[in-house]
């Protein structure tokens, strides 16, 4: 399916990705020791309540409209490539997934190229976290920029979101954790069951006293091996249940996930954060393989008792789908680990920002000026687009976000002739606030005059590691047909080079990463 539109965006709903690493509990609240890698405005408002307009051309459909069905919804086949020239609005869930990134990263380690259906643009973008300004208190700060890429006829527009920095472990509510592991045979392979082991450790010495953890495995059936239990006086029974996991048979997916969420609302806390931690490689091939009835129960109990869902994808055969959909209902994140580096940043640094909550169901909403913009196109996102009537419809599912967070989508924008000084588009994030759900927004705009001259010359350091990411994420589904070419993209072995030259400047491993995996994609297609 072709994404470019004209002024307009394809009007689905789809399915998000999460699956934010779960075995890492200890971490995920409370950071790590001197051990760690170092990495790395308006008040909100409700325009649905006076109609108003933004920038002077319409403002968004008005709250209360919409289907009030859940994201998910798969594309269909009809190409969208050209969206009705009256449509300049672009709407999706928000996305902190990292999975897509890590899962490549180790399939081109292991000497093959990804498939196509696997690469997600923004994954890899958001897997490098920018400097955008923070907020004080909890939502979003919204920043847009952009950069031409070339001459004056395509531009990329940068909308970038944050969430207050994380709080110290201390201040964060006690934790009811839920691991469900996966000891089907195939964990037995290095960096599967070990990896998880070993995190469990951890975290059974560095949780807090108040917070509770349970476990769950699963092979060709499920078990609770730990009921909910206080940290407190239980270390040492905690200990000795993670030492008794070891492989065994298949994987019956849907028994683990069942059991899972039956023993986090056997042990839920009032006045916790309750989550699912999924840990495993995806491959179902015991009782039911289908995801919409694995995904039901998890829907349902977000939905009943707010329990989310996080978890981490790990294994060179890896269910990439299923692990997305199973997040996208859970409303968790998703990253993947292969080896103790990968696990250390995600334990110490990715975890501490899943454990609490700043926003609930947010949405970005952009709005192209169709007096200046002649077409546009959103650079990944493809399961996380929202209906654009459905932007203020609070009963539609966005994303939940944590503290410390950054997102970042990207647009190619092709303006109109002679239109050089005018406005480009106005950003819009709304979410609810995690407790008492009351919608709260905020926005940015962008003027054709702040465009930098050249994207790679002139344009802020972030923009230019999110361009890079996102050609590579572009020429790695090539071959995928439903997309077109990125207009401008530079060869791998630019991106490489680019990618060398920014982890230079600033020392930053991550980016060296990023370089060593586009060389070598470089060298497998030529």
Known sequence: MHTYRRTGTTRQRMGTALLALGTAGALLLTGCGNGGVDRGNSSAYDRS?????????????????????????????????????????????????????????RTLDDGSLPDPSTVRPEEFVNSFRQDYERPDGDGFSVTVDGAYTTGMEWSLVRVGLATRAAEGDSK??????????????????PGRLDLAKEALQTMTNRLRDDDSVAIVTFSDEAETVLPMTRLADNRGEIREAVD????????????????????AVEGLRKG???????????????????????LERIASERREHGITLF????????????????????????????????AEKVFCEELPRHVDLTARDAKAQV???????????????????????DFRDDRVDGGEIGPGHTVTALYLVRTKAGTEGGHLA??????????????????????SSTLHDDLWATSPYGLQVAAVAAYFADTLRQEDTRWTDLPARPSLRELSYRADALARDREDKDLYDLAEAIKTADEMLT
């Open 426 to 447: 106005t950003a819009t994030v709304r979410w609810l606030d995690p407790d008492n759900r009351t919608p709260h927004e905020e926005s940015a705009g962008l003027e």
């Open 311 to 342: 978890g981490v994808g790990v294994g060179s055969d890896y269910g990439d789908a299923l692990m997305e959909q199973l997040a996208d209902k859970g409303d968790g994140h998703t990253t993947y680990v292969s080896t103790e580096e990968e």
């Open 367 to 389: 709005s192209f000026d169709p007096a200046t913009v002649e077409e546009f196109r959103l650079i990944g996102y493809d399961n996380r687009q929202v209906a654009d009537e």
């Open 272 to 294: 916790a954060t309750n989550r699912v931690v999924l840990l495993s490689d995806a491959l179902a091939n015991t009782g039911s393989t289908d995801a919409d009835t694995i």
């Open 172 to 189: 964060r509510p006690p934790a009811a954790l839920t691991f469900v592991i996966d000891v089907s045979g195939s964990m037995s392979e």
């Open 244 to 263: 008794s996991l070891e492989p065994t048979d298949s994987t019956n997916l849907a028994a683990g996930v069942e059991t899972g969420y039956e023993t």
């Open 49 to 105: 309540q006076n109609g108003g307009t933004t920038d002077g051309f319409p403002a968004p459909a008005p709250e209360g409209t919409g289907t009030g069905e859940q994201r998910g919804e798969q594309p269909d086949d009809e190409s969208r490539d050209i969206a009705p020239s009256p449509d300049h609005l672009s709407t999706f869930a928000l996305d902190v997934d990292t999975a897509s990134y890590g899962y490549v990263r």
